[in-house]
């Protein structure tokens, strides 16, 4: 079938399915953290579909990600953005106050059966879907080549003992040096590596019995911090960062002063910026495995796209028609959806499994062979009510025992003991 034919017709039904027709023109609004070149992208894909279907406008807004969900919950109604780009720890609590629209059948079922159930569940909160995945992100060990050549490294370090080896190699006091980067003031920019070497110690930040700081396998991690600082292999002064910029603690990196940090895959193209040239000698590997671990993995997190519960009817149905689009197979480059190609210009994984297979070549780079090689064993961050506040509460105990403030047996018991608090407050 012709693939506009096809849109169209999906169109079509999904208005079918809500009893709403576009007896006049519908204009949505989309809004994003992204940066302007890749705004600029979505506003392309956004003005084919408005030649495709003319009685829908879309704008585009960006708000920096800290932004991103306080703009979200306050600005509901006519005056909220439409749809919204939101990371997966927000959904619960998102669904629970009424502020997303479940998916109409058409879309909830194209969800369900062209992304891995893995990445479709956290688009779903008891069974509804709420929007259509589009990113995954998972966690590898970055490193610098030309660092570990003059160190005498000559692999990436495989477990903690290589590491911490390496960690102290590359530490060089007199050039400001450090071996390892530790985040710090970004939330989730401290807790996901320290939960990816949770999982690649054998742990988890939430099991079956809720919150599960207080295992063994935590406590290793949390001594291998203390380890890291108390060592002056990891300087925390040259950490600090945010979700937009990511701070000195990418100049520190792209500049050769630090030999070895724990990110995403998103940051391909920051990387590329800032170092040019100098890119390549950049190594990526899987996290190191602990000690009471059998194999590398890494936290994985999504991002989708939602639609406002507070929008009209009309709004609505022609958020979700853009959306079925934007994210439909063959509507981008070579097979591919438009969604994915705006992700793989930032370097970003996109998770519809179409998109993968589409775009297999791009994504066989060396970049990202370290990431491709932990998506088997990457496990979800827990999507849970009060999902933020319990990594708001980790990533505070994190930077106190960084900073030296307290010690790794503190920092497990205060971790513990807070996690408790707040899931069970919020199940209430």
Avoid: C
């Amino acid at each position: 079938m012709n693939v506009k034919l096809h849109h169209a017709l999906s169109l079509s039904l999904l208005m079918g399915i809500s009893g709403t027709t576009f007896a006049q023109a519908v204009e949505i609004s989309y809004l994003t953290h992204w940066a302007p070149e890749t705004v600029a992208l979505l506003e392309q894909a956004a003005a084919r579909y408005s030649e495709e279907n003319p009685d829908v406008s879309v704008s585009v807004r960006a708000v920096p990600f800290g932004d991103l969900l306080t703009t979200i919950r306050s600005q509901t109604g006519s005056a909220g953005p439409t749809i919204s780009g939101i990371y997966d720890l927000w959904l619960p609590e998102l669904v629970r106050d009424g502020l997303v629209d479940p998916a109409p059948e058409a879309a909830a079922g194209d969800v369900n059966a062209a992304w891995p159930s893995g990445i479709a569940a956290a688009a779903t909160v008891d069974g509804t879907v709420y929007g259509f995945p589009n990113e995954i992100n998972v966690y590898a060990l970055n490193y610098n080549k030309a660092l570990f050549a003059e160190a005498g490294i000559d692999a990436a370090p495989a477990n903690w003992d290589e590491f911490l080896a390496a960690a102290e190699a590359l530490t060089d006091e007199s050039k400001g040096q450090q071996g390892f980067g530790l985040i710090n003031s970004w939330n989730s920019g401290v807790v996901h590596p320290f939960a990816s070497f949770l999982v690649s110690n054998g742990g988890a930040l939430i099991d079956e019995n809720g919150p599960a700081l207080d295992t063994p396998q935590a406590g290793e991690v949390f001594g291998l911090y203390e380890q890291l600082v108390s060592n002056g292999w990891s300087r925390p002064e040259m950490g600090t960062a945010d979700a937009n910029t990511t701070g000195p603690y990418l100049d520190n990196f792209v500049s050769g002063r630090t030999g070895m940090i724990v990110m995403a895959n998103w940051w391909e193209s920051a990387l590329q910026g800032g170092m040019g040239d100098n890119f390549a000698n950049v190594g990526t590997a899987p996290i190191p495995v602990g000690p009471s671990g059998d194999a590398p993995s890494s936290i994985s997190y999504s991002w989708l796209t939602v639609v406002n519960g507070s929008a009209s009817d009309a709004e609505q149905d022609a958020a979700w028609g853009f959306l079925s689009w934007l994210n439909g197979e063959g509507t981008g480059e070579n097979g591919s959806s438009a969604m994915a190609d705006i992700l793989l210009s930032m370097g970003i994984l996109p998770s519809r499994s179409s998109d993968v297979e589409a775009n297999a070549s791009a994504l066989d780079r060396e970049f990202l062979a370290g990431y491709v090689s932990v998506l088997e064993n990457a496990q979800a961050f827990p999507l849970v009510l009060g999902g933020q506040e319990f990594t708001d509460a980790i990533q505070q105990v994190l930077e106190s025992l960084e900073y030296g403030q307290i010690t790794a047996e503190e920092a497990q018991q205060d971790a513990q003991a807070d996690a408790e608090v707040i899931l069970e407050r919020a199940a209430r």
